[in-house]
């Protein structure tokens, strides 16, 4: 949106003060005379942090311009819609001919802005018969403040309580909003841990594994040495069994001599002994 530049605003300011009713009540009573200024309902409605009551203002010409009267309990303010109202400016309204300045903040909404009322303004307004306003349209516009002390009482009543809600529904939902943070971070510490857990059983296992592995390596590597070493130990024997059994073949045949290319046995080397028959007396 195309801001207002500074020659403008300066204008803007300018016709407020300098402006129809810049002269005081004597052009003022000519422009209430000719547009007939209606009492305002000053109903009241909530929003989702304030109340407003809708005002309309109107000109010399019968223009209307809309604007409404805004608190949440503690502050009221004009909330009106203009074409290039700047982000910031220091604007006056009158009642019955006096101004009051206070400042105007545009809003994210285009046109959209809002004047912030000043405890001074509210007295005025709670006191005044006429509401004007030079610089909302192309002409000064008005409106009747007749009941304003009541309706302005009511206004700041509905905000408070209104806001008051706005506030605990806002507590609720940051507590809420909280106890979820909370369980998610505990969650999230939960779940870490249980990785971690899980991580730390995977790697003991693992371990576990490696080592009944090696002591399965190193039993069957056992196993094996002290099979080749039985084996071993039975080739020696039977290869001591063999030279043995050939040892006694040697010496036996050594027994033995050829004759004529007959194996004959070796004579005794002593007679044998005589058996004498045995004695018996009778």
């Known amino acids: 949106m195309r801001g207002l530049g500074a020659g403008v605003f300066f204008s803007l300011v300018a016709a407020a003060v300098a402006g129809p009713f810049g002269a005081g009540t004597a052009v003022a ?3 209430l005379a000719t547009a007939s200024l209606d009492a305002p309902s000053w109903a009241i409605a909530p929003e989702d942090a304030a109340c407003h ?3 309309e203002l109107v000109s010399r010409s019968g223009a209307i311009a809309p604007v409404s009267l805004l608190s949440d309990g503690d502050h009221v303010a004009l909330r009106f819609t203009k074409a290039g109202v700047p982000s910031q400016a220091f604007l006056p ?17 285009e046109g959209l802005a ?6 001074e303004t509210l007295a005025a307004l709670r006191r005044g018969k006429t509401l ?17 002390s009541q309706g302005l009482a009511d206004l700041k009543t509905c ?3 209104v806001a008051g809600q706005a506030r605990a529904r806002q507590a609720e939902f940051d507590a809420q909003r909280e106890r979820k943070l909370a369980d998610a971070r505990a969650k999230a510490v939960a779940d870490e841990q249980l990785k971690t857990a899980r991580a730390q059983t995977a790697t003991a296992e693992a371990e576990r594994q ?3 592995a090696e002591a399965q390596r190193a039993q069957a590597q056992a196993d094996e040495l002290a099979a080749k070493a039985v084996q071993a130990r039975a080739y020696a024997e039977q290869a001591q ?16 001599y050829y004759y004529n290319g007959q194996q004959i046995p070796p004579p005794p080397s002593s007679p044998p002994a005589w058996n004498y028959p045995q004695y018996y007396p009778r």
């Open 29 to 31: 009573a000519p422009a």
């Open 159 to 161: 905000g408070a309580q």
């Open 53 to 55: 009551t809708d005002l």
């Open 210 to 212: 490696r080592v009944a």
């Open 114 to 119: 809002v004047m912030n009322l000043s405890d």
């Open 93 to 109: 309204i009158r009642v019955d001919g006096k101004p009051f300045a206070n400042l105007v903040q545009r809003t994210g909404e």
């Open 241 to 256: 069994q063999q030279g043995y059994a050939e040892q006694v073949r040697q010496q036996r045949a050594a027994q033995y």
């Open 132 to 148: 004007q306003v030079a610089w909302l349209s192309d002409e000064a516009v008005s409106a009747s403040l007749a009941g304003a």
